[in-house]
């Protein structure tokens, strides 16, 4: 089997360039089982070892609905540095008296690094275990906002189905060490290798989280990406990112 796969990545915050904007209903029919570590490794290598063509600047906000319905918005900016052999996810988010920051490093073939501060401080380097601390009061943990689980040893290509009119990859993710979760189930986007949606389990193997990108806009020519949700189902909260136009 060859898998058809383009060096594209698409962050959970930042743009990637997508050949339809309509998505049809998903289309329900039983797909075999792949169940091909292999592959699998080779899929989220290419996920991490992709990276954006050039330095840009997002603007946007979270709407953060807790469970008993109320709804607070937080702005966010988000900014990428690309460098020779690494690129930089930077995110900041909140009030300027209490703004959090993440830098998040990311290397073809190595682990991602992390950097964190509170209240304007300079981002400090950041103990892995500490990664899965919620960002900026949003559903979305730092972890989560540096794809952590694409660089989990553990990586098998499950099946390839449809979701949301897509064909799409079905990669399921497990860690060495059971961490906030003991695996991730996501939908690669087979054309251009972007992120449709994803599940996280919690480490008694119930769902915890569901992530799903919700809308894109052309800008410039180019798809990006203006919506995700992300639903906690153990809070019974909900976040959604949403972008306006990029900066330069």
Same mark, same amino acid.
């Given at each position: 089997?060859k898998l058809r796969i383009r060096s594209r990545w698409l962050?959970?915050?930042?743009?990637?360039?997508?050949?339809?904007?309509?998505?049809?209903?998903?289309?329900?029919?039983? *797909?075999?089982?792949?169940?091909?570590?292999?592959?699998?490794?080779?899929?989220?290598?290419?996920?991490?070892?992709?990276?954006?063509?050039?330095?840009?600047?997002?603007?946007?906000?979270?709407?953060?609905?807790?469970?008993?319905?109320?709804?607070?918005?937080?702005?966010?900016?988000?900014?990428?540095? @690309? *460098?020779?052999?690494?690129?930089?996810?930077?995110? #900041?988010?909140?009030?300027?008296? *209490?703004?959090?920051?993440?830098?998040?490093?990311? *290397?073809a073939g190595l682990s991602n690094s992390y950097r964190y501060?509170?209240?304007?401080?300079?981002?400090?380097?950041?103990?892995?275990?500490?990664?899965?601390? $919620?960002?900026?009061?949003?559903?979305?943990?730092?972890?989560?906002?540096?794809?952590?689980?694409?660089?989990?040893?553990? #990586?098998?290509?499950? #099946?390839?189905?449809?979701?949301?009119?897509?064909?799409?990859?079905?990669?399921?993710?497990? $860690?060495?060490?059971?961490?906030?979760?003991?695996?991730?189930?996501?939908?690669?986007?087979?054309?251009?290798?972007?992120?449709?949606?994803?599940?996280?389990?919690?480490?008694?193997?119930?769902?915890? %989280? !569901?992530?799903?990108? %919700?809308?894109?806009? %052309?800008?410039?020519?180019?798809? #990006?990406?203006? !919506?995700? !949700?992300?639903?906690?189902?153990? %809070?019974?909260?909900?976040? @959604?990112?949403?972008?306006?136009?990029p900066q330069k």
């Open positions: 089997m962050v959970l915050l930042l743009a990637v360039a997508l050949p339809r904007l309509v998505w049809a209903a998903d289309i329900v029919t039983p *797909a075999p089982l792949l169940n091909d570590p292999v592959a699998g490794r080779a899929l989220a290598a290419d996920v991490c070892d992709a990276r954006p063509a050039a330095n840009a600047e997002y603007h946007g906000f979270f709407k953060i609905r807790q469970r008993d319905g109320s709804v607070t918005t937080v702005p966010l900016v988000s900014r990428v540095l @690309v *460098a020779d052999k690494s690129w930089q996810a930077i995110y #900041q988010a909140g009030p300027s008296n *209490a703004v959090e920051s993440l830098e998040v490093t990311h *290397a501060a509170r209240n304007g401080a300079a981002p400090a380097p950041l103990p892995l275990p500490q990664i899965w601390q $919620p960002f900026a009061g949003s559903d979305f943990s730092l972890a989560d906002l540096g794809m952590e689980f694409f660089h989990w040893p553990r #990586q098998m290509l499950v #099946q390839d189905e449809m979701r949301k009119g897509r064909a799409c990859h079905v990669l399921e993710s497990r $860690p060495a060490v059971t961490n906030d979760y003991c695996r991730v189930r996501s939908w690669v986007d087979v054309e251009s290798g972007g992120l449709v949606m994803a599940e996280a389990y919690d480490p008694t193997n119930q769902r915890a %989280k !569901e992530f799903e990108v %919700k809308g894109f806009k %052309k800008v410039n020519d180019q798809w #990006q990406l203006q !919506e995700m !949700e992300i639903r906690n189902l153990k %809070k019974r909260s909900r976040t @959604v990112l949403n972008f306006e136009e």
